[in-house]
């Protein structure tokens, strides 16, 4: 039985060959940086000090992360990712379904064509120009926002260093940048959508409101699932260089996350073990969520991601 299931594979892999190679540097890629640097891990439990080695150095058990939970920056920057992400989660989730939803319905393709594409390149924008572009917007002295309000009587707002409009900007420019480019494997999915099931509801009068509910959505459901899985992983993680380049330290109440924390703590403070605790900490809670939200939705839906 073993020497059939070994040459069914033999037999795959040569059926595959070509294609195994083309995935093969993304295997490579994957191994080189992602799963060989989780050797470092083990100077989260260590004194560890550079020049020495990661294999040097005293233990010292949970030290680092009791002394990141008794800190207090602790509650504020795990306060601020949790927020930041679920606001996005909440408002930046459903937004490409729903454009997904509108741009299919559209007849024209030229019109239907420009509005994909205008809509995908904020996605190919630099981080470093999205804030630029925040900035000349918002500024308080010559942002386009503030010359209207003020043309309009009105007094200038200094959003850039008003901690109560960071979440906003922050989480309003990553809607814009993402909605379009997210909405590709949705539009994807809504078009293989067998037509006989829309030509069925139309011959029993059923509006396009309708139709969207009770044919388009269950049809993509087990996509719409999969994705709401891997967004769940990123739930405690935030990207470094825009939380960093739109905060300040006037915004730091609401703008200080992890990863802005890890690099005035650890890289700039030279505490690498301090840091890698806190990075150690943040991959462990988004495992749990992705497993645990896995677990609960294959019970519940029969579809998941493993």
């Not at 205008?118 to 500024?139: D, E, R």
């Not at 749990?288 to 019970?299: D, E, F, G, P, S």
Request: charged share 15%; proline share 3%.
């Amino acid at each position: 039985m073993k020497s059939t299931g070994v040459k069914k594979h033999i037999k795959l892999i040569k059926r595959d060959k070509y294609l195994l190679l083309m995935f093969l540097p993304f295997v490579v890629y994957f191994i080189i940086f992602n799963y060989i640097p989780m050797t470092g891990l083990i100077i989260a439990f260590k004194d560890f000090k550079p020049g020495f080695g990661i294999y040097h150095g005293d233990w010292v058990g949970f030290r680092w992360f009791i002394q990141f939970f008794e800190s207090i920056f602790a509650y504020r920057i795990i306060r601020n990712t949790v927020l930041l992400n679920v606001y996005g989660l909440l408002l930046g989730f459903p937004a490409p379904i729903l454009f997904a939803l509108v741009i299919v319905e559209v007849k024209n393709m030229f019109f239907r064509r420009v509005v994909q594409t205008a809509s995908y390149l904020p996605h190919f924008i630099s981080t470093v120009v999205i804030v630029g572009l925040i900035t000349n917007l918002f500024s308080v002295r010559n942002g386009t926002i503030n010359n209207f309000i003020a043309n309009m009587g009105g007094a200038r707002i200094d959003f850039l260093h008003d901690p109560n409009y960071f979440r906003a900007l922050f989480v309003g420019s990553g809607i814009w940048q993402g909605f379009g480019f997210g909405s590709i494997l949705y539009i994807s999915a809504i078009t293989s959508i067998n037509p006989e099931l829309y030509e069925a509801a139309k011959m029993d009068g059923i509006n396009k409101f309708r139709e969207v509910i009770y044919i388009t959505l269950p049809s993509i459901s087990h996509t719409i699932i999969i994705l709401f899985i891997l967004s769940l992983g990123g739930i405690m993680s935030i990207g470094f260089e825009k939380a960093f380049l739109l905060g300040n330290a006037a915004t730091w109440e609401t703008a200080d996350v992890i990863s802005t924390y890890v690099y005035r703590a650890g890289i700039s403070g030279g505490a690498y073990s301090f840091a890698t605790a806190i990075g150690f900490f943040n991959s462990l809670i988004n495992f749990t969520l992705v497993y645990t939200a896995n677990r609960i939705i294959r019970k519940t839906t029969q579809t998941s991601l493993w």
